[in-house]
């Protein structure tokens, strides 16, 4: 072969290989059964939740959702055999109406419709997948085996005896949940005359970890064990109130360009407290 021809044959052969390498298809390891069961349980998998798995192989995730009263389950999977497997065991166990197996790459799948997504993929895999997860609605669970990720504290994460011995897994199995946050970075300011007069805070955020700092009727505020959780937002401190230090707890919503909450001041009465948006 002319030595230009064998350049191009090596240079074809190298596109195919990275088309065709471990991004794109991950191992097929089976995740054990009393794993699925953690894996929806941590998750909090309840009647009205669509569990979403991503590489969902034989489909023993999302049937072990569908079989939960008011649980519907979607799995993508890029492997037609494994489809086809799904769809007949759904078939066989009467879950068809329940668990749709779809055909598909999960780096471009429509995850809109999950309200619990599970993943075992590996970490180059779900690197691509984090800008994804960020598009999904706040309060979204995410639970991961195995494999955590980069940047992304868990919201939890346990780690359990598997009891059997189970093809491809060790003694032990590790999950991580995550929830997906509302959007709080920026600056809000709110109202409270009876509480310090204007409030004006900026919030710095990664992923669902947050720190709060700001004023109070143009003092310095402390707030301190900022929390957020899906769409639920909370952090505590003191505050100067009529010439007295108090101890506070702020609680409320992320909703758009709304923090809708409530402030609770020791000794004084629950106030109603909003915030929006600082130009």
Do not use: C
Not at 72 to 98: F, H, Q, T
Not at 165 to 172: A, F, I, P
């Amino acid at each position: 072969m002319p030595k230009y021809l064998l350049v191009a044959a090596l240079g074809l052969l190298g596109l195919a290989a990275r088309a065709q390498g471990p991004d794109e298809r991950a191992p097929f390891i089976t995740t054990p059964e009393e794993v699925v069961e953690r894996m929806l349980a941590l998750a909090g998998t309840r009647p009205g939740d669509t569990v979403i798995d991503l590489g969902s192989g034989d489909g023993r995730i999302v049937l072990a959702a569908a079989r939960r009263p008011g649980v519907r389950g979607l799995g993508i999977e890029i492997d037609p055999k494994l489809v086809a497997l799904s769809r007949e065991r759904a078939r066989g166990e009467g879950l068809a109406g329940r668990a749709e197996f779809v055909e598909g790459d999960v780096l471009h799948a429509d995850l809109s419709r999950g309200t619990v997504i599970t993943v075992y993929l590996l970490p180059s895999l779900l690197g691509r997948l984090q800008p994804r997860f960020l598009e999904l609605r706040p309060g979204t669970r995410i639970v991961a085996h195995a494999f955590s990720m980069v940047g992304w504290r868990p919201d939890r994460s346990e780690t359990m005896r598997i009891a059997r011995r189970h093809e491809g897994q060790g003694d032990e199995s590790t999950l991580h949940l995550w929830i997906v946050p509302a959007q709080a970075r920026g600056r809000w300011q709110a109202s409270a005359p009876q509480a310090g007069g204007e409030w004006r805070i900026a919030i710095r955020q990664n992923f669902q970890e947050i720190e709060v700092e700001g004023s109070a009727g143009g003092r310095p505020l402390e707030a301190r064990e900022a929390r957020l959780e899906g769409e639920s937002i909370s952090w505590r401190g003191r505050l100067a109130v009529a010439g007295r230090d108090l101890p506070y707890r702020y609680r409320g919503r992320v909703q758009g360009g709304r923090i809708a909450g409530e402030l609770q001041i020791e000794g004084a009465a629950t106030l109603r407290m909003d915030f929006g948006r600082a130009p």
